[in-house]
């Protein structure tokens, strides 16, 4: 979707990036508590990314997880979380963010440990990768990236002042491929938005088919995700038989008919609704009415309170959130993956604390508050392959998030926040003085 030319205009972005890089310590640095010591979360409701464990307890040593059990023996001197009556999570994973300044740190305010970037300067993703693989406490969330997206000249992502590498035909795709897997991509991303009948459709060119599926046939070759940005069922429909292994947003033009439906699990592929981003793009967002939210409110920093309550000044007519909400309603009953996105810092929306409330409309949508947590933490872990995240096991990496409440049975219990673990360390919630949307 759009994302907001405030925050992308050029000179304010390269001030954003170098103020970040600025901030990041080097690989190993200690951020907060060490890692070298042991603790064990007690009597906990225990969301394990796949199955709710109605008390357990959670051994955390060396920022892994070490065991998980009902009747864990807790070894001497390993200090002890009383946890009865709160829930467990693994630490949430966005699926659709675009980080600039201080996004991972603002996420990270709101138990987001990873994020998965759907456009940016992969300059930032190669300051980051050192700081993913490693178990040093640190104060951001840890961050994956398509870095540059696939687009013509002139096309989406172009807009913003950028240097964008594009292209136009199928010849250029495997080069374009793999000139971003040097500068270290993660994955590729690829905006196919061709104009319907009579012209409909977002206002600026697209790739061709067939050097979507170019693009979609290079990326497979090398064994990485090829995602799709689409907005309307028809492209939806193109980009799946081209081979896509997931879109990462659902249509909202048209009603899913049951061949999409066919389609779409034949082909193994995983959608990212952004639910709430395409809601405010036609001009139903909530972000103004969730930035008053007293479990929100005191969390958020000076650009997350701006996003959050931004009206988008140019919606897409042809949107109906409805129509995506039924959409994905269909796709999750039909058993194809559904990954939890934000798509912040779109307006209307915030790093962090909005993944909280694309999990609220994926529930609105349909699916069970169980299947919303999976889509923010196992579901996303395995489809992009995240080694050692989304999920409360031995061995995996102590990202974690104790919340009052059971979001297990009321989804909303997600922003009630009690503390945030990240590679073992506590994380210590930043505060800021509410203002007045």
């Not at 050029?10 to 890089?21: C, H, I, P, R, W």
């Not at 061995?395 to 989804?411: E, N, Q, Y």
């Amino acid at each position: 979707m759009r994302i907001s030319s405030k925050l992308l205009a050029a000179g304010g972005l390269v001030a954003a990036l170098a103020a970040f890089f600025l901030a990041l310590p080097e690989p190993g640095d200690r951020q907060g508590a060490a890692t070298g010591g042991a603790f064990a979360i007690r009597g906990a409701r225990v969301f394990d990314g796949e199955q709710v464990l109605p008390k357990a307890t959670v051994l955390v040593r060396d920022g892994r997880i070490e065991a998980v059990g009902r009747n864990l023996e807790i070894p001497a001197g390993v200090a002890i979380i009383e946890a009865a009556g709160r829930t467990l999570l693994p630490g949430l994973i966005d699926s659709h963010v675009h980080a600039w300044g201080s996004a991972l740190v603002d996420a990270l305010n709101f138990g987001v440990t990873t994020t998965l970037g759907m456009f940016g300067d992969p300059a930032m993703l190669r300051e980051l990768k050192p700081h993913r693989e490693s178990l040093a406490p640190v104060a951001f969330a840890d961050h994956f990236s398509s870095g540059w997206l696939a687009t013509v000249p002139g096309g989406h992502g172009t807009q913003f002042g950028l240097p964008v590498p594009t292209l136009t035909t199928p010849a250029e795709a495997a080069p374009w491929v793999e000139a971003r897997l040097a500068e270290g991509s993660d994955y590729i991303k690829i905006v196919y938005e061709p104009k319907g009948a009579g012209g409909l459709g977002p206002p600026f060119p697209s790739l061709d088919a067939p050097t979507m599926q170019a693009l979609i046939e290079a990326t497979k070759a090398r064994s990485r995700p090829a995602v799709v940005h689409i907005s309307r069922l028809e492209p939806a429909r193109t980009a799946l038989e081209a081979g896509a292994d997931g879109l990462v947003h659902v249509f909202a033009d048209r009603p899913i008919d049951e061949a999409f439906l066919a389609l779409a699990v034949g082909r193994g592929a995983f959608v990212t609704p952004t639910l709430a981003v395409t809601a405010s793009i036609a001009g139903e967002g909530e972000g103004a009415a969730l930035a008053l939210d007293p479990r929100v409110a005191p969390f958020l920093s000076p650009d997350q309170q701006r996003t959050l309550t931004q009206v988008v000044q140019h919606r897409l007519a042809f949107l109906n959130p409805a129509v995506g909400l039924d959409a994905t309603r269909r796709l999750a009953a039909a058993g194809v993956d559904i990954l939890a996105g934000s798509d912040a810092p779109n307006p209307g929306t915030a790093q962090g604390v909005s993944l909280h409330h694309e999990l609220a409309m994926l529930v609105r949508a349909g699916l069970t508050p169980v299947e919303a947590l999976v889509a923010a933490t196992s579901a996303p872990a395995r489809r992009f392959g995240l080694q050692e995240r989304g999920r409360i096991a031995p061995g995996m990496r102590a990202d974690l998030l104790l919340v009052a409440g059971d979001p297990t049975t009321d989804i909303g219990a997600t922003l009630d926040i009690e503390r945030i673990w990240k590679n073992g360390a506590p994380v210590e919630r930043r505060r800021y003085t509410p203002t007045t949307p």
